[in-house]
């Protein structure tokens, strides 16, 4: 995106809704932007963590372009020169997360898949909210978590690539039944070395991984569309609507329905 940069821009430019707080070592905010909005290229003067909430955008960074979802955790070191375009119909919610002490970051800009951050980014969405005299200690730690899956580079096996082509296909088929020694048989290998090979790439069992993809495909309907919970929970893959509670909530922190109000709603409050 052509352009002059805008140094130092605020991370609320753009907002129309906006929570944010100080806490020690980071700067935090559940910010809401409207649909159709684009920012120019510009800079941050400190490193910015973010990650999507619901709604979406295209970014550029250093000539690459690439659109982020929700669940996308984007990294940008201080003064990275980058440029956004909101295109969801219902807006953009994103939590921010900004370190004020040095720390280790990644050096190259861009969008990161960590299927881990969505649900501590709502969590941190839900102390912002709701706070009371725990929330900036709350906050500390989910921001520490937060950081070290923006620092951290994903881990890759010395076995093989099943547990790579596993992942595929359950991304593809999350909403059939998938057993282990499904996926195994049609992969060629043993359930045991699928499960140990996966386990230790992906850091969870190849099931919690099943359960995460259909939270996260949930929870997609539920930002977009009028579906009933339970027609959700049969098209995602759950048995039934309880199944589906048990698990969202588990990964979310939250009942489908109150996450529901919650994205369409976004933040509330503003920022002067």
Partial sequence: MPGS???????????????????????????????????GPHDHQRPTIAVVMSGGFDGWWN??????????????????????RFGSRSGTRVIIIQPQTEGPMPERA???????????????????CNPDTVTPMALEGLALELSALAAREPRRSTVGTRHLNAAALIEERYAQPITLSGLAAELGVSGAYLAREF????????????????????????????ESLAEIALAVGFADQSHLNRW?????????????????????????
């Fill in 248 to 272: 969202f909530v588990r990964h979310m922190g939250v009942t489908p329905g109150r996450y529901r109000m919650a994205v369409r709603g976004g933040p509330s409050s503003h920022v002067p």
């Fill in 63 to 84: 000539g690459r372009e690439a659109p982020c979802g929700p669940g996308t955790l984007l990294v940008e070191p201080a003064g990275e020169r980058h440029a956004n």
């Fill in 5 to 39: 940069t805008l140094p130092g821009t605020p991370v609320s430019l753009g907002a129309e809704r906006a929570r944010q707080l100080l806490v020690p070592g980071f700067a935090i905010a559940d910010l809401g932007f409207p649909a159709g909005l684009t920012l």
């Fill in 199 to 226: 386990r230790g790439h992906h850091g969870r069992s190849v099931g919690m991984f099943v359960r995460e993809v259909r939270v996260r495909r949930a929870a997609e309907r539920l930002a977009r569309g009028k």
């Fill in 110 to 128: 861009g969008p990161r898949r960590r299927p881990a951050a969505l649900p501590l980014a709502w969590r941190v969405g839900e102390e912002l």
